[in-house]
Structures are given as structure tokens and as C-alpha cells.
């Protein structure tokens, strides 16, 4: 039975209240007390529509470093400056992955539809700290080096050309749900182990569990059931593959640990990777910057793919870090177990430091994107998604070229998700061109 949330007291406690003084007739002066803005919701329509303005007033009420509530009411701060994320990612001492030391636990009920992004004592790499952490790290990362750059690209060159093949002889369709969507986690589950049937699956099991909402708890059931029949399988008859690699690690990890990575692995490689493709599609089609070079090559794919890792980051928001200690950050008392919301898409856009946001970006690579310090994507692992995200753009280019946005398109939407920002859809239109056949 789901357990109630109790009422929380707000964050506004710890955020002394502005006054004013001014001049009283007669005597001195009297106090004007001004109210202190509101916690904000980490949820709501302004997260699918107009994020950036979203953060750019939450930085002008509350500064680099906001209050927020989660779903019933929790309170947790979102870090929307640059430099506090970087302070922040940078001291894994006092701003620890150890979620065990967050101050609201007794006020979580078990079904909470944020516990899969939010977890407690969870044996995964997402909350192990120290020497454990970093030896964690390199069974992943020699894991996905072990990967094979031509098999990697063949992987994705050749489901994407089975993806096209379903939509091509028509005129029309929606990138993102036919396309998109579809393509990263069919590569990364055979660079896994998984069968091919497989997939379609995993893709409805990790969109509800990293969107937070309804069915967030049954996607993460059927995740951890798929990855420990895999490694199953894979203890009785090992193959080439990332997770047979990673049961044969040195550490002495565990099949309980290898799978909560496996897991972490796949939702961070998958849906982050298909809202790239589908976001760096969007702007190559809606953006005159990039739309003029459509027909002239791929020379515009990489640029707009940068672009929008600075201005459309995927990775919107990530739960988080948690204070070891009472400190302050950016101006804000943080107490010791209060939990640190990473505001990857605000600092990116922090105009400390973007002070000419309308300018590309070109080669600059200082976003957050993958996050930063000993908890950040690993590098094996962002060149993979790179790999998977360009060969499904460029794919896509080469078999439509004159691939266009529907002229019906109308408002395009977001996925209503404050962690990931990716479209609900994206219509096109193309000139039908013949299937290339069955899969190679």
C-alpha cells in the first residue's frame, strides 16, 4: 500500500528574507519585507516548451543554485551556475554520490515514481565513491574500449539502413518514434549480448523508467530481469561481448553489481543517444544556420551535433550529489544530506560564461553534457554514443536526401521529463526511395 508523503517543510527556512529599508515620518525608518520567490516545481509544461527562459529566471530570482520539489513535495537544490557545478563535480568528499546520506528518506514512500533515478543503496556505479568507484569505472571503460570502432559502425550503419528500409517507400514519417528512438539501444544490446528480438522491449522499459512518470517502476522491473537472464546466459557460455567482459572483470565484482551497471549503461547510452540524433535532426531542419547545408554533404552533421550539446543538451538535469556536511554554494546554506540537483542544460547556458549565446559554438567542447569529474560519462562510452548518433544522422541524410520538415508539423513538443529533453516527435517528408533489402 502506498505509504503517504508526509509535509515537508519548504527550503524557504534556510533563505533568510530580503528587506528594504526606507525613510518613516517621524521617527528612523520602518522594515519592508519583499517576499522571497517560491521553491520551484521540477516539473510542469515550461520544462517541455521553454526551458532556457525557465532557468534564466530561476537564476534572476534565486541565483546560481535554486530550490526545487520533486514529486510530493521534496525539497532538493538545482545547481544552475557553471562554476558551483564545477565546484560541485569537482569535490566528490563533500558533494558525495552516496545517496544514503540523504536527509529525506523517511519521507519517501516505495513507489515513488523517482526512485529509478533516485535510488537507495543501490550496487551500481552511479553511487559507489572512492577506490571502489574508480575501479568500477575502468571495468567499464576497458569493457567498452574492447569495443570494435569498424563493428560498432557496421552495428549502427546496418540497423539503421533496417529502420529506413520500414519508412522509405513513403513520403512521410516521424523521425523520432520510427527512427530515432529505436536505433541506439539495437546497437548497444548486441554490443551487449542481447538478442535482436530483444529490443523494442528494453526501448519501452527504459523510456518509462528515465521519464519519471507512470510505469517509471515497471520499466525498471523489466530492465533488471532482461540483464540478469543475460548474464545468466553469459556465465554458462561467454562471447565477445561488453557483458561477458565485464563478468570476467579483475575486481571481484559481483553478477548483482556487473548488472546494475550493465543497466546504468544501456539507459545512459540509449535514450540520451536517440534525443541527440533526434535533436541534432531538429535543428538541422528548423535552423537556416545548418538547413542551407543539408544538400551540400556532412560537413554540417558534427557542428550541429556540438551545437547542440551546448544548446539542446539531452541530459537536461541529473539527481544528483548529496551535501556530506552542512557548506555553502553560490550564496545558499546547503545542509548536511540535502540533495544537489546537476543543472547541466542551465550552466551550459550560464551567461557568465556563454556571454554571445547566439554564436555557434564550433569546437568548443567546455559543456556539461557528459558531466564532469570522477562521476562523468566515461570517455569510451561518449565515443560510442557519438559513433551511434552520427552514423544514424548521416545514414538518415544519405538515404533521404531531401528529407524536409512536414509543412503540417506544427508546434514541435518535448517529452514532458525534467532529466531528458527530447521531442515526442519530429514529421518529415522525403521524395520514396527503394528499401536496400533484408539486413545484411
Not at 90 to 115: E, G, K, V
Not at 133 to 147: F, G, N, P
Not at 329 to 350: E, S, T, Y
Not at 368 to 389: D, L, M, T, Y
Amino acid at each position: 500500500m502506498r505509504r503517504p508523503v508526509p509535509p515537508v517543510q519548504q527550503v524557504r527556512p534556510h533563505h533568510p528574507r530580503r528587506t528594504s529599508r526606507t525613510p518613516a515620518e517621524g521617527t528612523g525608518a520602518h522594515t519592508v519585507t519583499c517576499p522571497i520567490p517560491a521553491p520551484v516545481p521540477l516539473s510542469g509544461p515550461r520544462f517541455q516548451t521553454e526551458p532556457n527562459a525557465l532557468y534564466r529566471d530561476m537564476r534572476r530570482d534565486h541565483g546560481a543554485v535554486a530550490p526545487v520539489v520533486l514529486d510530493g513535495d521534496v525539497p532538493a537544490w538545482l545547481v544552475l551556475g557553471y562554476r558551483e557545478l564545477h565546484q560541485v563535480t569537482s569535490d566528490p568528499m563533500l558533494f558525495s554520490r552516496d545517496s544514503d546520506l540523504w536527509n529525506q528518506w523517511d519521507r519517501i514512500p516505495a513507489d515513488w515514481p523517482l526512485l529509478p533515478m533516485i535510488g537507495r543503496k543501490q550496487p551500481s556505479i552511479l553511487y559507489t565513491v572512492g577506490e571502489r568507484h574508480r575501479e568500477r569505472a575502468a571495468m567499464v571503460s576497458d569493457a567498452l574500449e574492447a569495443v570494435d570502432p569498424f563493428e560498432l559502425r557496421s552495428h549502427a550503419e546496418r540497423f539503421a539502413d533496417e529502420l529506413i528500409d520500414a519508412l522509405c517507400t513513403g513520403t512521410t514519417a516521424d523521425i523520432v518514434g520510427q527512427y530515432a528512438m529505436l536505433l541506439p539501444v539495437r546497437v548497444l544490446a548486441r554490443l551487449y549480448g542481447f538478442a535482436d528480438e530483444q529490443g523494442p522491449g528494453l526501448v519501452t522499459a527504459l523510456n518509462d523508467m528515465v521519464n519519471g512518470r507512470e510505469g517509471a517502476l515497471e520499466g525498471q522491473r523489466h530492465l533488471a530481469e532482461s540483464m540478469y537472464a543475460l548474464l545468466t546466459a553469459k556465465q554458462v557460455e561467454p562471447g565477445e561481448d561488453v557483458a561477458s567482459r565485464m563478468l570476467a572483470n579483475p575486481y571481484g565484482f559481483t553478477v548483482e553489481e556487473v548488472g546494475q551497471d550493465l543497466m546504468v549503461m544501456l539507459a545512459a547510452g540509449h535514450q540520451p543517444t536517440a534525443d541527440w540524433i533526434g535533436n541534432s535532426l531538429r535543428l538541422m531542419l528548423t535552423d537556416d544556420r545548418f538547413a542551407a547545408s543539408l544538400a551540400g554533404g556532412r560537413h554540417s552533421v558534427g557542428e550541429a551535433m556540438n551545437e547542440v550539446l551546448w544548446e539542446d543538451t539531452p541530459t537536461q538535469n541529473v539527481a544528483g550529489r548529496w551535501a556530506a556536511r552542512d557548506t555553502r554554494l553560490g550564496g545558499r546554506h546547503v545542509r548536511a544530506g540535502d540533495l544537489l540537483l546537476l543543472g547541466l542544460a542551465a550552466a551550459n547556458g550560464d551567461p557568465q560564461v556563454r556571454t554571445d549565446a547566439g554564436a555557434l559554438t564550433g569546437g568548443n567542447n567546455a559543456f556539461f553534457s557528459f558531466g564532469h569529474g570522477e562521476h562523468r560519462c566515461p570517455f569510451p562510452a561518449q565515443e560510442v554514443a557519438e559513433v551511434i548518433a552520427r552514423t544514424g544522422i548521416e545514414v538518415l541524410l544519405d538515404r533521404l536526401p531531401d528529407v524536409d520538415l512536414a509543412p503540417n508539423a506544427g508546434p514541435l513538443t518535448r517529452r514532458p521529463s525534467p532529466w531528458l529533453r527530447g521531442l515526442t516527435e519530429l514529421p518529415v517528408t522525403f521524395t520514396p526511395t527503394p528499401a536496400l533489402g533484408a539486413v545484411r
